[in-house]
């Protein structure tokens, strides 16, 4: 990832507003791999001009049916991929039991990732946060699917058929060419560009409950 990618200096920082206190220890409570029961946060992102490599990006996504295969030239890195999607899989058993799901589910994530050049850990832990790894999620204010996308989204790229923000290559691919944009937009500062993905710039409870969350996902070969 490009830019100061992590900031853990401000993921500490202390939240000394009561109500915002609790969303964070929430947060932070349910970060754990035992208990995901975070609410949908998102919601809060907001519609603005796109680059027109913003807007190409995601509608090709809405074009794409089937999970994309990562392809690899060198075996070496084949098998730390390899590596990370037998671990990834073993830590997400819980919440996705089907293999095959959760596989394409991973592979997925790891390729948009890629694509998009965003940290993958931290991706997974924004999932986590966003939809506790729930496909069909939706939030109070409508925001749909894994990485919790806005319907103005489709509106903007597609057809305005908001029923496509659940396939899951249209949705990880949307959200991570969103979050793209937006830490371009912050000039690689993460912490600003994911408050920003939630609508809450410049505070602290949403980054720091990624940053947490993310600590899950950490693995060597990522």
Same mark, same amino acid.
């Given at each position: 990832?490009? !830019?100061?990618?992590?900031?853990?200096?401000?993921?500490?920082?202390?939240?000394?507003? %009561?109500?915002?206190?609790?969303?964070?220890? !929430?947060?932070?409570?349910?970060?754990?791999?035992?208990? &995901?029961?975070? %609410?949908?946060? @998102?919601?809060?992102?907001?519609?603005?001009?796109?680059?027109?490599?913003?807007?190409?990006?995601?509608?090709?996504?809405?074009?794409?049916?089937?999970?994309?295969?990562?392809?690899?030239?060198?075996?070496?890195?084949?098998?730390?991929?390899?590596? &990370?999607?037998?671990?990834?899989?073993?830590?997400?058993?819980?919440?996705?039991?089907?293999?095959?799901?959760?596989?394409?589910?991973?592979?997925?994530? &790891?390729?948009?990732?890629?694509?998009?050049?965003?940290?993958?850990?931290?991706?997974?832990?924004?999932?986590?946060?966003?939809? @506790?790894?729930?496909?069909?999620?939706?939030?109070?204010?409508?925001?749909?699917?894994?990485?919790?996308?806005? %319907?103005?989204?489709?509106?903007?790229?597609?057809?305005?058929?908001?029923?496509?923000?659940?396939?899951?290559?249209?949705?990880?691919?949307?959200?991570?060419?969103?979050?793209?944009?937006?830490?371009?937009?912050?000039?690689?500062?993460?912490?600003?560009?994911?408050?920003? $993905?939630?609508?809450?710039?410049?505070?602290?409870?949403? %980054?720091?409950?990624? $940053?947490?969350?993310?600590?899950?996902?950490?693995?060597?070969?990522?």
């Amino acid at each position: 990832m490009s !830019g100061d990618a992590w900031r853990p200096e401000r993921a500490v920082e202390t939240v000394t507003d %009561p109500g915002r206190r609790g969303l964070l220890l !929430g947060a932070l409570a349910g970060s754990t791999l035992g208990g &995901w029961s975070l %609410p949908v946060l @998102a919601g809060g992102q907001l519609e603005e001009p796109l680059a027109d490599s913003v807007r190409t990006a995601l509608s090709a996504a809405i074009a794409n049916s089937a999970p994309p295969v990562p392809e690899f030239t060198e075996t070496d890195k084949r098998l730390a991929y390899l590596r &990370w999607l037998a671990a990834m899989s073993d830590r997400l058993h819980r919440r996705k039991p089907d293999f095959q799901t959760r596989i394409e589910f991973l592979q997925t994530v &790891w390729y948009e990732t890629r694509r998009a050049g965003l940290d993958t850990t931290l991706v997974l832990g924004l999932i986590q946060v966003e939809s @506790a790894f729930r496909k069909f999620a939706i939030s109070r204010v409508g925001a749909r699917g894994y990485m919790q996308i806005m %319907p103005f989204w489709s509106r903007l790229i597609g057809d305005g058929d908001v029923g496509r923000l659940f396939h899951m290559q249209t949705n990880i691919r949307f959200g991570c060419v969103i979050l793209r944009h937006y830490l371009d937009r912050e000039r690689g500062d993460t912490f600003m560009a994911l408050g920003r $993905y939630n609508g809450s710039r410049g505070r602290s409870e949403y %980054p720091n409950a990624v $940053y947490a969350a993310a600590r899950n996902w950490a693995h060597s070969d990522a």
